[in-house]
């Protein structure tokens, strides 16, 4: 009998997964233990076995696809087995969760339609000529605008160029043009009032046109916070954005003459200017207040008696550009895993500097043995966790019950790969010699770059180390890695100048950090962790001892 095959759960974090290749292939032979697959989870590439034996019947995910943990990854059964009932079985179940997650939205949609559809009928109140325009949204960040003050006044007469309004925004306030000609029928918003983008601003129009009989309410639908959200889809909203998107007035941007004096332009003629090389300066506008427009600039002749442009103008030239990478599993994972503990944890740091001097002495020494070759990272490993095994406090793990107290210690250690950030773990560290820390960190962050550790290589660790002193980083703060309750950070050891004995000497310093959860971890605490570390790391022989 057919059998469906899901999406499997391949590490503790797992949510989704990815297809990275498939080893057999549709119609394929498969016996328990085959390789169906490599699927990529959030921490590494993992090879997938079947636990069945037959046929390949049908592939749900394909490679490069990306699909949620229990998806339909493939079925497996006996070769002809006719497999339709679950297929549907499978699209149903599909089907049912997405009725489910939309289901929410019916009543909302059948509301936002029948509103619609009354909008409709407001929009022939609109008589002939008559705009309507909304406030615009003059930055990226702008949601509301104030109206510092009107240039015109209702019954004035606009033409398309007309400055109509000063709108302070959330960065500046800045000049509000119309690109229609006509009546200034109505002011919406008062100077000194503040309103949300898409607010009804003004109404311009023939001369003499009756708008009273206009629902001021309908027309400022779409601006109000309780209207549904899916009424943008709405034939209705979208006709609305099609007169927004034509009547939106853009904003002029004024321009400083040679004198340093305030030089009046539309934004299209100042784009034209700018096209044809033209110093606005050298330009006599014929709009309002000596306002440069577009007529201007085209029928501007340059004089040969104009002095060239100063030296130090400059003009860039040159297009934004960007590019897209699609996130992977890992670093999705590193976003939101790292974004829990920082915002939920409250972090504190505390700094000290090592005197290097005898480590650096005593690693020479002992790389100078036979087969023996050791890091100052082994040692600092070696030295955190015999610091904890005296400070227990610092290995622990918060929870809203309790706080666990970790009798074992277990070092995860901090290893950058392509895609992000891995930490793989030393199991019972304290008990390791240097030797045999230097070889098993070497081992796991062999495996980490390949994407090939296993999820049991990263679980559990009690305490973490990362070190960026090989790439010339003294000092930096980390993140806790959750649920542990410290992180300690690992500069380069750098020469200064110290004082041993009152003498002023260079010295080999080392600046570490650690960074603690204040709701397991009190200040004096940390402090006695780090005197404890700082013994030994700057006396290595204790270690032996």
């Known amino acids: ?11 503790d974090t797992m949510e989704e997964g990815v297809v990275a290749a498939w080893l057999k292939q549709v119609g394929d032979k498969v016996e328990e233990g085959d390789i169906l697959a490599e699927i990529e989870t959030d921490k590494a590439t993992m090879e997938f076995e079947s636990f069945q034996n037959g046929t390949l019947l049908y592939i749900g995910i394909q490679e490069g696809e990306t699909a949620p943990v229990d998806q339909l990854l493939c079925i497996i059964g006996e070769e002809g087995e006719d497999i339709s009932s679950l297929l549907e079985g499978a699209a149903s179940s599909d089907t049912k969760e997405d009725t489910q997650s939309e289901g929410t939205h019916t009543d909302q949609e059948e509301e936002a339609s029948s509103e619609a559809k009354k909008e409709q009928s407001s929009d022939s109140e609109l008589p002939e000529g008559v705009v309507v325009v909304n406030m615009p949204r003059l930055s990226d960040t702008m949601e509301e605008g104030t109206v510092a003050s009107w240039l015109k006044k209702e019954g004035d007469q606009v033409e398309e160029g007309d400055i109509l309004a000063e709108i302070e925004t959330d960065k500046a306030t800045m000049e509000f043009e119309s690109f229609n000609s006509g009546t200034l029928l109505k002011i919406g918003i008062q100077e000194g009032e503040t309103a949300k983008v898409d607010a009804l601003l003004a109404i311009i129009g023939p001369k003499g046109t009756d708008i009273s009989g206009i629902s001021m309410e309908k027309i400022a639908a779409p601006n109000k916070e309780t209207t549904p959200e899916v009424k943008k889809e709405t034939p209705k909203a979208e006709k609305k954005e099609e007169v927004v998107k034509e009547t939106a007035p853009a904003v002029s941007q004024p321009a400083s003459n040679a004198a340093g004096g305030r030089i009046f332009v539309s934004p299209l003629a100042k784009k034209m200017a700018e096209e044809k090389g033209i110093d606005l300066g050298q330009v006599t506008g014929s709009g309002e207040n000596g306002r440069i427009v577009k007529s201007d600039i085209e029928s501007f ?23 897209e990478v699609p996130n992977s599993q890992m670093r999705k994972t590193i976003a939101k895993r790292l974004g829990e503990s920082k915002f939920t944890a409250p972090h504190y740091y505390l700094g000290l500097d090592l005197d290097m001097d005898n480590a650096i002495a005593s ?15 082994d040692m600092v490993i070696k030295a955190s966790a015999m610091a904890l095994r005296l400070h227990p406090r610092v290995n622990t793990q918060w929870t809203e019950k309790n706080t666990i107290i970790a009798k074992h210690i277990h070092i995860g250690v901090a290893v950058a790969v392509e895609d992000g950030l891995l930490v793989p773990v030393l199991p019972f560290a304290d008990q390791m010699s240097m030797q045999q820390i ?3 960190v070497k081992e796991l962050a062999g495996k980490a770059r390949n994407k090939k550790l296993q999820p049991k290589e990263m679980e559990g660790s009690t305490f973490t180390i990362s070190n960026l002193g090989m790439f010339g980083i003294t000092e930096f703060t980390s993140i806790i890695n959750q649920p542990n309750s410290a992180i300690m950070s690992v500069g380069a050891i750098v020469q200064k100048p110290v004082v041993k004995e009152g003498q002023i000497v260079v010295g080999n310093v080392m600046r570490i950090t650690l960074a603690c959860d204040h709701r397991t971890v009190d200040g004096a605490t940390g402090a006695a962790f780090l005197q404890t570390f700082k013994s030994y790391i700057e006396n290595p022989i204790v270690m032996y001892v």
């Open 363 to 377: 690693r020479k020494a002992i790389n100078e043995l036979p087969n023996t070759k050791i890091s100052f990272n």
């Open 438 to 440: 230097g070889a098993k």
């Open 301 to 323: 002749t340059p004089s040969t008696a104009t002095a060239p442009a100063a030296a130090s103008s400059f003009v860039s030239v040159g297009t934004e550009t960007f590019e």
């Open 1 to 11: 009998m057919a059998e469906v095959i899901n999406m499997p759960r391949l590490s």
